[in-house]
């Protein structure tokens, strides 16, 4: 049976919640338990899938084709578990449940409330598998004190009271900020969010303190004594240089032993943390650095695209190199001279996207890449563009675009070289989609496998050619084109086993140039960089022996 570990915010937002509920994950690991971690968001979206990166960051996508908050990230690449569906849930898929339940009649003619209904319903996604793991780590989205969040609040409440004793606790994450004209921290507004959470009836075992220095011993024992917790479990979570010392910076503090000690495990299995040592030493001493740009559309909110900067860096790590990413907007192409933007960079990134704006830059990045053989890596929207890059420039359809442009527009205008998937296989059954589906949860969502050409240079890459990756996307490389893209160069190396659907496409008589029609970010780790990430960077690198 799992124990429990509630991990709350206070004070304000944007605290780091999911990076410390990661790192505490991979601590236990590191103390050889097993661990699963799961986030409970209280928005009323059923999922993240329908909202704009700018709202929200990233939607990270789950091997089983969920459609989940970035944290679910974070918790993969600390702690290498695959994130699944039953990991991540929001109050909009909760209350739809419910009510879906309600109108089958599974109530039996109750009055349908919060208490005990939609708690209930909370309480028994916290439970999914917990005889599967050692430690379950549930993060709670928002602050304590949001109206939205109370059933979560509640329903933790409750699951620790229908457990034995010593079965779950309680870890809040709020901030001491810096006066600087006094000089102190202050811990008044961790002692107010500690008040409203015992208000509801929540008690904390551990605090996790965000501060930009030290908590010196007078704050620490005035925290310990009017939030009622052990000196030991105030713990101090500095800023630091990068979200991979988080592990072995709370190790420093002695998180992980207060999270044993409020269980009473003892004696304490001692940590490995040879892992986190390595990539700590990775990250800290390069031997040089890369420039990367990123030609997207969501520059603004570098969230947007969190698990690419994240599997770049690793790509790094591998190499031994810093990764200097710079964000360009591809608009700014539509008025300027890729040329002038793009030169001095070792590589070019294109990622994923939704809609037409910006397009036309994407295609101009792709050509630049194509043309000046800089390394180009697109992703997703990506290599959708650097096939169509390629049927205009290089195989002569001046029209060629995607349909996508085209449903938005409400016009035909383009040749659809990426077209709208209305079938597709997934295991043993036929999905079937058609253009006014709902738009949530109705993406290729989840793993697909690919088959790689052999003597491929992805095949090479990946030294394999069968691979399994996350997909999150609507439309699709026609395979129609692909004699005539082959024919002047551009290979489709990987397919859907079917041999349908184009998966990957490279340019031949490019050092580097690689498009794949999924999302190989999501399954980076700093202790196990993508192959594609690392190859990349690696290419990278050698660009910037030659300049
Ligand atoms: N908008 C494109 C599609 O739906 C690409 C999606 C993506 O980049 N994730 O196919």
């Known amino acids: 049976m799992a124990r429990f570990i509630f991990i709350t915010g206070g004070v304000v937002s944007s605290l780091g919640k999911g990076l410390a509920s990661a790192a505490l994950g991979a601590l236990l690991q590191a103390r050889g338990f097993s661990v699963r971690l799961r986030k409970l968001d209280p928005y009323l979206n059923v999922d993240p899938g329908t909202m704009s990166p700018f709202e929200h960051g990233e939607v990270f996508v789950t091997d089983d084709g969920a459609e989940t908050d970035l944290d679910l990230g974070h918790y993969e690449r600390f702690t290498g578990v695959a994130a699944r569906k039953t990991d991540s849930v929001s109050s909009g898929r909760i209350y739809s449940n419910v009510l879906e339940k309600e109108r089958r009649g599974d109530y039996l003619g109750k009055t349908i409330q919060v208490i005990p209904h939609v708690t209930?319903?909370?309480?028994?996604?916290?439970?999914?598998?917990?005889?599967?793991?050692?430690?379950?780590?549930?993060?709670?989205?928002g602050t304590v004190g949001d109206i939205e969040g109370l059933p979560f609040f509640e329903a933790i409440r409750q699951f620790s009271q229908d457990r034995p004793r010593g079965q779950c606790i309680f870890m809040h994450l709020t901030l001491l900020p810096?006066?600087?004209?006094?000089?102190?921290?202050k811990t008044k507004p961790t002692q107010h969010s500690v008040k409203e959470l015992r208000s509801i009836g929540l008690a904390p075992d551990i605090l996790v303190c965000r501060s930009e220095g030290p908590i010196p011993e007078k704050e620490?024992?005035?925290?310990?004594?009017?939030?009622?917790?052990r000196p030991e479990a105030v713990i101090a979570a500095q800023d630091l240089p990068t979200i991979y010392d988080a592990p072995l910076a709370y190790h420093r503090e002695g998180l992980d032993q207060a999270v044993l000690d409020a269980f009473q495990i003892s004696p304490a299995p001692r940590p490995?943390?040879?892992?986190?040592?390595?990539?700590?030493?990775?990250?800290?001493n390069p031997e040089g650095e890369v420039k990367v740009a990123i030609v997207g559309?969501?520059?603004?909110l570098e969230d947007a695209y969190k698990s690419i900067r994240e599997a770049l860096t690793h790509g790094g790590m591998a190499n031994r190199v810093g990764v200097e990413v710079e964000w360009v907007d591809a608009e700014i192409f539509d008025t300027q001279d890729p040329a002038a933007c793009l030169e001095g960079f070792h590589a070019i990134l294109v990622p994923g996207g939704f809609g037409e704006r910006g397009t036309?830059?994407?295609?101009?990045?792709?050509?630049?890449?194509?043309?000046?053989?800089?390394?180009?890596?697109g992703i997703c929207l990506g290599m959708q563009m650097a096939v169509i890059e390629a049927a205009r420039n290089v195989a002569g359809?001046?029209?060629?675009?995607?349909?996508?442009?085209?449903?938005?527009?409400?016009?035909?205008?383009?040749?659809p070289v990426v077209y709208h998937l209305k079938e597709w296989v997934q295991g043993n059954y036929t999905v079937q989609r058609a253009l006014g589906d709902d738009k949530g949860g109705t993406m290729r969502l989840g793993a697909y496998s690919a088959v790689l050409s052999e003597?491929?240079?992805?095949?090479?890459?990946?030294?394999?050619?069968?691979?399994?990756?996350?997909?999150?996307?609507r439309y699709e490389v026609d395979n129609r084109y692909r004699d005539k893209l082959e024919q002047v160069g551009l290979k489709f190396s990987g397919m859907s086993p079917d041999g349908r659907l184009p998966e990957i496409v490279e340019w031949a008589d490019h050092p580097w140039f690689i498009g794949v029609q999924f999302h190989p970010e999501l399954k980076s780790k700093p202790f196990a960089p993508h192959p594609l990430f690392a190859d990349f960077i690696r290419a990278a690198k050698e660009t910037s022996r030659l300049v």
């Open 120 to 141: 209930n319903e909370i309480k028994d996604f916290i439970a999914i598998g917990e005889d599967e793991v050692d430690f379950m780590l549930c993060e709670i989205g």
């Open 178 to 185: 810096f006066i600087k004209a006094s000089g102190e921290l």
């Open 220 to 229: 620490r024992a005035k925290l310990a004594l009017f939030c009622n917790v």
């Open 272 to 284: 490995d943390l040879t892992k986190w040592e390595d990539v700590s030493d990775r990250i800290h």
């Open 297 to 300: 559309k969501y520059v603004q």
């Open 360 to 377: 036309e830059g994407k295609i101009k990045a792709a050509q630049f890449a194509r043309e000046r053989k800089v390394p180009y890596l």
């Open 397 to 415: 359809l001046k029209d060629a675009g995607s349909e996508e442009f085209d449903h938005e527009a409400g016009r035909k205008r383009f040749e």
């Open 455 to 473: 003597g491929s240079k992805v095949a090479g890459v990946y030294g394999a050619t069968q691979i399994e990756e996350r997909h999150r996307h």
